[in-house]
């Protein structure tokens, strides 16, 4: 079974401060990674893929780390508008079926 | 540029009513997908599609139907409404299926009471 794990939070962060929150997979066939971010009653959108050698855009850092089958997300200097739900998602194969979304982990950057 | 658009936003059904859920994209995406999201879960698949007059099951089918008769369109039936499936449900679309690229519609929210 594919599974997809996430600390659910939630995380309450100082804004201005760094915040970092971990993602494990259980299905070591998982080839590609992404972080989505979800706020309150709205759609998700991905906010950036998540690739083997990590990878950053802006103030965020995404990393994998493939033996201990984890990704993570890293956001430095954290806006009162960083406060959402991160979305862990990984692709196992397959095709159109393959994506397993974790079920979040809910961010509250505090002024 | 619209994206891809759902209606309704909102529903509330008895039991036992049906309804379609309106899902269409306008960015010429082969794959189209419907999600349903319970609170404080996941995201889980109901149905897929990979070009038009083609459907397949996710993980969670039972109780809908889709239909792909145009690559912009992709409805989901819901027959004989239950409360179980009070839920949010999301529309999403991508130019491929093996990518993590979806773009999300805004949601129905729908009760079954």
């Known amino acids: 079974r594919k599974e997809v794990e996430q600390d659910p939070g939630p995380f309450n962060v100082p804004e201005g401060a760094t915040v970092a929150f971990n993602c494990t997979y259980s299905?070591?066939?998982?080839?590609?990674f992404f972080w989505y971010r979800q706020d309150c009653r709205k759609e998700p959108k991905l906010l950036m893929s998540?690739?083997?050698s990590g990878n950053e855009d802006g103030r965020f850092t995404a990393q994998l780390n493939r033996a201990s089958q984890y990704i993570s997300l890293l956001i430095r200097d954290s806006k009162l508008s960083d406060s959402a739900t991160y979305l862990c998602?990984?692709?196992?194969?397959?095709?159109?079926?393959?994506?397993?979304f974790g079920k979040g982990t809910h961010l509250i950057i505090q002024p | 540029n619209a994206g891809v658009t759902q209606t309704p936003k909102f529903r509330i059904l008895k039991i036992g009513q049906s309804m379609t859920l309106q899902c269409a994209q306008d960015?010429?995406?082969?794959?189209m997908y419907w999600y349903r999201q319970d609170p404080g879960m996941g995201l889980k698949l109901i149905y897929y599609?990979?070009?038009?007059?083609?459907?397949d099951k996710g993980e969670v089918p039972n109780g809908y139907n889709v239909s792909r008769s145009t690559t912009e369109d992709f409805p989901l039936r819901l027959e004989l409404a239950a409360p179980s499936q009070t839920s949010v449900y999301f529309c999403?679309?991508?130019?491929?299926?093996?990518?993590?690229?979806?773009?999300f519609g805004s949601g129905t929210r729908l009760t079954v009471v």
């Open positions: 299905n070591s066939a998982s080839q590609s």
């Open positions: 998540v690739y083997s």
């Open positions: 999403a679309s991508s130019v491929k299926g093996d990518t993590g690229g979806y773009t």
């Open positions: 998602v990984a692709y196992s194969g397959g095709g159109a079926d393959g994506l397993t």
């Open positions: 599609s990979v070009g038009a007059g083609i459907t």
């Open positions: 960015m010429n995406h082969n794959y």
